[in-house]
């Protein structure tokens, strides 16, 4: 091993050993010839205590499903492995140190003149501290989402006491309507919130069931159409069989998309849904005919914190969150979420759930048909 | 023979268990107005002695208390062959914890902030 060491310069030896960032060097054949003093620091090791150890042999990498991004940077890929949670003594008994760390592994090759890798670099920044910080946010936003709820629920009640023995009242009735209104839309902010710290720090889980999407579309056009009495919502198509996926993140991707219509075309008088499926997928399309979206926003639409432009927002309220949410839990569940739109005109959004995983890349549905279908006679009608 | 099983005139027993006494109280204004007896319980302990003392026909259960969880209480209501018949309906402010209702036993669910048409009518549904 030695020998090998010699080809690296002395003095790259000493930029590497004083580095912050813990740097392991591995030979291709996944022995570790070297490690740095922020290494032996992070894992509480030193080089010598990782004799007979072979990072591509490692237990823990291939149960958390990492071996084939690790063997992708071992054949020559610079690979970054994002967040991975590892205990050192559940491989080398002694390392107990700390019971586990969160790093982000950086995994770059040095090659030769030739191409072949000669070495394998290794950095691991610990994220540890940014993991428990994140899931007391996490915790804390659950805890405040109850808290917040809670006097929430009680005032809707009393609301909707007062509603009933008001209801003789004109006024005393319109006003209590308008409190009602206010509530939900409270209600909403406060799920908004909670929903997207989950979506930002991964922890967005999916209850997974099977389920008849026609229902869950026939139930929203009915609560929806009693919101907006001027938009008519129509459904065309149906599954034909149950899809597998969490129905309460999929209602509420349905009323994202189906509500934000509604908002947005405030002078049209009907918003339609389109469901197609075929063995593979099912594609859901809302089209509205309402004020459409530019060119730019289009790219922009479905990041965190978009709502169009100043002039716009000021008549369209609500957190800005909900298609950024939309496209988390479409993507969760191996989907694709994307819309087209004429300025003026109206936008269509499609979401496509794969009824099997095997099949998401690439069989795809004719999205083409499904315009050509239905939407350019709905245009002129 | 029983008397009291037969009569229709009796008014029906609803516990409620929530740590919020806000929520207590506008329970209890409901179901009153709608002639339920209630029976109203802070937290899940010694639930058992009360629904042996008042013999509910329906129990609505928060699932965040302190001390003893509404899951936990559920389970063991569920397992006790002297109140597993007693229908329980959760009542959370997280609306996904619809799924964890199902998978403990509960015979319902109704999320916080409910309606009160949704309450009566799964009130009627179960009693």
Known sequence: MPARLKALNDSYLKVIDQSPLSTQVLAPDGITLMVNKAWEKLWGATLDQLKGYNMLKDQQLIEGGLMPYIQKGFEGQPTVIPEIKYKPKETIKELNRVPFVWVKAFIYPIKDSSGKVQAVVLVHENITERKLIEKQKDDFLAIASHELKTPITTLKAYTQILQQILSEDPKASLYLDKMADQLNRLTSLVNELLDVSRVESGKLKLNKEKFLLDDLLKDIATDLSLISKQHQIIIEGATKSSVNADKYRINQVLINLISNAIKYSPKADKVIIVVKQNRFEIVVAVKDFGIGITKRDLTLIFSKFFQANNKIRQSFSGLGLGLHISSEIIKRHNGKIWAESTKGIGSTFYFILPLDKKFVKNKTINTEEIIQDRFTTSANG | ?127
């Open chain 2, 1 to 127: 023979m029983d008397k009291q099983s037969f009569s229709t005139n009796e008014p029906k027993t609803i516990m409620i268990c929530d740590d919020d006494p806000g929520i207590l109280e506008v329970l209890r204004i409901i179901l009153e107005e709608n002639s339920y007896k209630v029976i109203a319980l802070n937290n899940g302990k010694g639930i058992q002695k009360r629904i042996e003392e008042h013999k509910p026909n329906l129990i609505f259960l928060d699932l965040w208390m302190p001390g003893i969880e509404g899951k936990e209480v559920t389970r063991i209501l569920k397992k006790d062959p002297k109140t597993k018949d007693i229908p329980i309906i959760i009542v959370s402010a997280l609306a996904e914890t619809k799924n964890i209702a199902a998978s403990i036993g509960a015979n319902g669910f109704l999320a916080k902030p409910f309606e009160i048409q949704d309450l009566l009518e799964t009130l009627q549904k179960h009693t």
